[in-house]
């Protein structure tokens, strides 16, 4: 009779995915009242039948179910994305007949609608694909990524000597940033399949989150490996203060930030002690960036553009900036200069607070999802978006050292813009998703058994 009812109640729920689930709860609801039926008295088969019919009508219970156990999408987050997009076409299309700006410059934006339209592409099939079956071969693409990085650096350092930033087959060329900030929700998910184990799994989640960073710091991709070590930091945290190595608090959170300080340190020690092997003009050029921010020096001449363009722009429309013929990378790391100089400052403002204000939706969507693995990969899918954007901010200021960072969705250059509609993507498919799965869901890697005939 149970099999039956339960059998008949599955019927009613069309999202496959969401029937182990509901079938468990049904059936240990059931079992418990059976039990509770028979300690008063009854025998078994009558105690089941009483508990089965305690739970109602199987084909309406099943079709409200069905109601809330379904994939929904997050219309609202998806009409932000498209008016920030429409929004940077417009003024990448106006940009393009800016008389001052570099060829170079001009075919980075010539490319910003194709762009768009690849993005859009990778944010509708990422929205579409189950993240948890994502998390089932977390481990399987970030060591993967990792053994590519590996490769490549070994590559380089043998070819040229010089940082890898970038990796290209058949003419097709991408950003390395891509694949690096795409490891940081890939490791949300491998710090998930390794919770409740413990020590062990604590020490496999260091490893997991340092020697990526490591690997960074020794190419030095310095931008990368400081966003990077911060969003895993707080995936790490979140993950400790839910208990999901059963470690003492104050315990692991003293390993993290002992990590967080260590494995820097080891970095710079291995490039000062091989300088003839790694790229140490990357990192001396980053010492003379910070050197000459804090002199505020000849070395800190972008800077010091950058605050003298921003001075003289003004509350609404063109400044007229003699500096803004110089200005490097006008539509990509210093896109924010650029509007409040041709736009005005509150226009500029008015980018960021759309931009912001669809990370704080993000945010307040997120804090609201049940289950534990997708909590930690939107974490560091919204943790990429918010430091690039706050480092962007703080850089086109000049109060913070220049560093390659962009503002999500506005600045120009495929692998920014096709990075963060894929991160994008990701938020949909957990929201998409947070009523198909309980709290805790299995990502268990499926295994292959070959059938041999005789």
């Keep these: 009779m149970m099999e039956e009812y339960i059998r008949i109640l599955l019927e009613q729920i069309r999202c496959k995915k969401s029937h182990k689930y509901i079938e468990s709860e049904i059936r240990s609801h059931?079992?418990?009242?059976?039990?509770?039926?028979?300690?008063?008295?009854?025998?078994?088969?009558?105690?089941?039948?009483?508990?089965?019919?305690?739970?109602?009508?199987?084909?309406m219970t099943g079709t409200e179910l069905d109601m809330i156990h379904r994939p929904q999408m997050n219309i609202k987050l998806i009409v932000m994305i498209a008016a920030i997009s429409i929004i940077g076409v417009l003024i990448h299309s106006l940009m393009l007949h800016d008389s001052f700006l570099q060829p170079e410059t001009e075919m980075i934006s010539g490319h910003y609608l194709r762009d768009v339209i690849i993005g859009l592409c990778v944010m509708t099939g990422i929205c579409f694909v189950d993240y948890s079956v994502i998390a089932r071969f977390s481990k399987l693409i970030g060591g993967a990524i990792i053994a590519l990085k590996i490769l490549l650096i070994v590559k380089s350092?043998?070819?040229?000597?010089?940082?890898?930033?970038?990796?290209?087959?058949?003419?097709?060329?991408?950003?390395?940033?891509?694949?690096?900030?795409?490891?940081?929700?890939?490791?949300?998910?491998?710090?998930?399949?390794?919770?409740?184990?413990?020590?062990?799994?604590?020490?496999?989640?260091?490893?997991?989150?340092?020697?990526?960073?490591?690997?960074?710091?020794?190419?030095?991709?310095?931008?990368?490996?400081?966003?990077?070590?911060?969003?895993?930091?707080?995936?790490m945290y979140l993950a400790i203060r839910k208990g999901w190595f059963g470690e003492s608090y104050k315990a692991a959170i003293t390993a993290l930030v002992s990590g967080d300080v260590a494995t820097p340190s080891i970095a710079a020690s291995v490039v000062k002690a091989f300088g003839s092997?790694?790229?140490?003009?990357?990192?001396?050029?980053?010492?003379?960036?910070?050197?000459?921010?804090?002199?505020?020096?000849?070395?800190?001449?972008?800077?010091?553009?950058?605050?003298?363009?921003?001075k003289a722009?003004?509350?609404?429309?063109?400044?007229?900036?003699?500096?803004?013929?110089?200005?490097?990378?006008?539509?990509?790391?210093?896109?924010?200069?650029y509007i409040n100089c041709h736009y005005g400052i509150m226009v500029g403002i008015a980018v960021c607070?759309?931009?912001?204000?669809?990370?704080?939706?993000?945010?307040?969507?997120?804090?609201?999802?049940?289950?534990?693995?997708?909590?930690?990969?939107?974490?560091?899918?919204l943790m990429i978006f918010i430091l690039n954007l706050a480092l962007n901010i703080l850089i086109n200021l000049g109060a913070f050292p220049i560093m390659?960072?962009?503002?999500?969705?506005?600045?120009?250059g495929g692998s920014c813009i096709v990075l963060s509609y894929a991160l994008t993507g990701i938020l949909l498919s957990i929201y998409r998703y947070k009523n198909v799965y309980p709290s805790d869901v299995d990502v268990k890697m499926p295994k292959l058994k070959l059938l041999l005939e005789q």
Excluded: H
């Excluded at 490891?183 to 490893?207: C, D, E, T, W």
């Excluded at 010492?287 to 002199?295: E, L």
């Design 30 to 59: 059931i079992e418990d009242q059976i039990e509770e039926n028979m300690s008063r008295g009854m025998d078994p088969e009558t105690a089941e039948r009483m508990a089965v019919n305690s739970m109602g009508d199987p084909v």
């Design 157 to 235: 350092l043998i070819e040229v000597n010089s940082a890898v930033k970038w990796i290209g087959y058949g003419g097709i060329w991408m950003s390395w940033l891509l694949f690096d900030m795409i490891y940081i929700p890939i490791f949300g998910a491998i710090v998930y399949k390794n919770s409740r184990q413990g020590r062990k799994g604590l020490i496999k989640s260091f490893m997991w989150m340092y020697i990526p960073v490591f690997l960074e710091l020794l190419s030095a991709n310095m931008t990368c490996a400081l966003i990077m070590l911060i969003s895993m930091t707080a995936q």
């Design 277 to 310: 092997v790694f790229p140490t003009n990357t990192f001396n050029l980053y010492r003379d960036i910070v050197a000459g921010f804090i002199a505020n020096d000849e070395r800190n001449y972008i800077t010091g553009m950058l605050r003298t363009i921003n």
């Design 313 to 337: 722009a003004l509350l609404f429309g063109d400044s007229s900036s003699e500096l803004s013929n110089s200005m490097p990378a006008a539509d990509n790391q210093y896109m924010l200069t």
């Design 353 to 381: 607070l759309l931009i912001g204000w669809s990370l704080f939706y993000m945010f307040r969507s997120l804090i609201k999802q049940n289950n534990q693995l997708g909590l930690i990969v939107g974490t560091g899918c």
């Design 404 to 412: 390659e960072c962009w503002i999500p969705f506005i600045s120009a």
